[in-house]
């Protein structure tokens, strides 16, 4: 395959550039409003963690499964987050060898304020595209999972 190939595949449109254009631009308008809400170091590798955080906790060792890294990379943004005040370690009742990655007062805080934010850019959407637009848009990404899944 020559260059111009392989420029002309990797030009080829798809949906995926549509999907993670539309995520992408969720994404930067979710951050913006942390940042203006106070949450200025919080990064999206954090989001990608701190999402993961339920109100039991979780190992580390999930997180890492779930996005498919390894335990150490895990282990390290579990602890930039701990250093910042988001988590905190506690011992799991379940396994004492076993450790839970819990969130702080501050990082309950934050997940209440984010969850806000997500209500608010979600009105965003639904009064940009209507209740009928929306409310499709939502059923044709189902199927998109569906069909890819």
């Known amino acids: 395959m020559t260059q111009n190939d392989t420029k002309a595949a990797m030009a080829i449109d798809h949906i995926g550039v549509e999907l993670w254009q539309a995520f992408r631009a969720f994404e930067e ?6 940042v203006a809400a106070g949450y200025e ?12 955080v339920g109100p039991d906790g979780v190992r580390s060792t999930e997180i890492a499964k779930s996005r498919r890294i390894t ?49 608010d850019l979600d009105g965003r959407v639904r009064r ?12 044709t990404l189902d199927r998109v999972r569906e069909g890819l899944g």
């Open 41 to 52: 170091d919080v990064t999206t590798a954090d989001g990608d963690v701190l999402v993961h």
């Open 71 to 119: 335990k150490q990379a895990a282990q390290e943004q579990v602890q930039r987050l701990v250093r910042r005040g988001y988590l905190e370690m506690r011992p799991d009742p379940r396994d004492g060898r076993a450790r839970l990655v819990v969130l702080t007062e501050r990082g309950e805080a934050m997940m209440r304020d984010l969850v806000a934010i997500k209500r």
């Open 128 to 139: 940009t595209l209507g209740d009928l637009e929306t409310d499709m848009l939502r059923q």
């Open 29 to 34: 308008a979710m951050f913006a409003a942390l």
